[in-house]
T-cell receptor
Framework: GAVVSQHPSRVICKSGTSVKIECRSL??????MFWYRQFPKQSLMLMAT?????????EQGVEKDKFLINHASLTLSTLTVTSAHPEDSSFYIC??????????FGPGTRLLVL | QKEVEQNSGPLSVPEGAIASLNCTYS??????FFWYRQYSGKSPELIMF????GDKEDGRFTAQLNKASQYVSLLIRDSQPSDSATYLC?????????FGAGTRLTVKP
C-alpha cells in the first residue's frame, strides 16, 4: 500500500515555458502533500506543504508565484513551474501523507530547462 | 545548529558487516522518527519509523531511539552491496517533517 505516482518522470523544456507536474496517491487519501526539490548531491529541500482544498504553505525563499501548487482533491496535487529557467532544472519529488505522520514519496520528476 | 544532523559519510563497510548510521536532532519535543533510503537518482523510500525509546527491528534493520540524548540510529546487519545508498533521517517535531542531509553508505563486496 501507500503508493504515490508522479507524472511526467522526466521533462525537457525551453526557457520561459511552464511545466506542470502531477502527484497522485494511488491507494490512499492524502490529506497533506509535500513538494521537495533536490539538486545533484544535495539533500532534499522542502518547497511547500499543501492540504486538500486550501492554499499551500511555502517555505522561506520559495516564490509562490513561480511554483504554483494546487491540491484539488485528496488524491491529486500539481506543481506548475511557471516561466522556467535553467536554474530551475532539478529533481522534483512529491510526498503524500494520509493523516498519519509517515510521508510516502513519489518517484520524482527530473526537469531540465534548456 | 541544524534541526537534524547526520554524518555525510561516505561510510564504507565490507559485505556481511553491520553498518551503523547515526542521527541527532534538536527539537526535544519530537515524537516520531523515520529512516529513508535513497538510491542515486531515485526518490526516498521508507525503511522504518520509530516512536518509542528503545529498539525496533524489521528484518536486517534495527532502529534505535534515545529521546533523552536526542539520538536515533539505524543498524543494518549482514550488509549487502544492494544496501549502498544514501540514508536519510527524518524527524517530525510537530506538523511537518525535517530531513537530515543523509549519510552515504557503501557496502563493498
Amino acid at each position: 500500500g501507500a503508493v504515490v505516482s508522479q507524472h511526467p518522470s522526466r521533462v525537457i523544456c525551453k526557457s520561459g515555458t511552464s511545466v506542470k507536474i502531477e502527484c497522485r496517491s494511488l491507494d490512499f487519501q492524502a490529506t497533506t502533500m509535500f513538494w521537495y526539490r533536490q539538486f545533484p548531491k544535495q539533500s532534499l529541500m522542502l518547497m511547500a506543504t499543501s492540504n486538500e482544498g486550501s492554499k499551500a504553505t511555502y517555505e522561506q525563499g520559495v516564490e509562490k508565484d513561480k511554483f504554483l501548487i494546487n491540491h484539488a482533491s485528496l488524491t491529486l496535487s500539481t506543481l506548475t513551474v511557471t516561466s522556467a529557467h535553467p536554474e530551475d532544472s532539478s529533481f522534483y519529488i512529491c510526498s503524500a501523507s494520509g493523516g498519519q505522520e509517515t510521508q510516502y514519496f513519489g518517484p520524482g520528476t527530473r526537469l531540465l530547462v534548456l | 545548529q541544524k534541526e537534524v544532523e547526520q554524518n555525510s559519510g561516505p561510510l564504507s563497510v565490507p559485505e556481511g558487516a553491520i553498518a551503523s548510521l547515526n542521527c541527532t536532532y534538536s527539537d526535544r519535543g519530537s515524537q516520531s522518527f523515520f529512516w529513508y533510503r535513497q538510491y542515486s537518482g531515485k526518490s526516498p523510500e521508507l525503511i522504518m519509523f520509530i516512536y518509542s525509546n528503545g529498539d525496533k527491528e524489521d528484518g536486517r534493520f534495527t532502529a534505535q531511539l534515545n529521546k533523552a540524548s536526542q539520538y536515533v540510529s539505524l543498524l543494518i546487519r549482514d550488509s549487502q552491496p544492494s544496501d549502498s545508498a544514501t540514508y536519510l533521517c527524518a524527524v517530525n517535531p510537530g506538523n511537518d517533517m525535517r530531513f537530515g542531509a543523509g549519510t552515504r553508505l557503501t557496502v563493498k563486496p
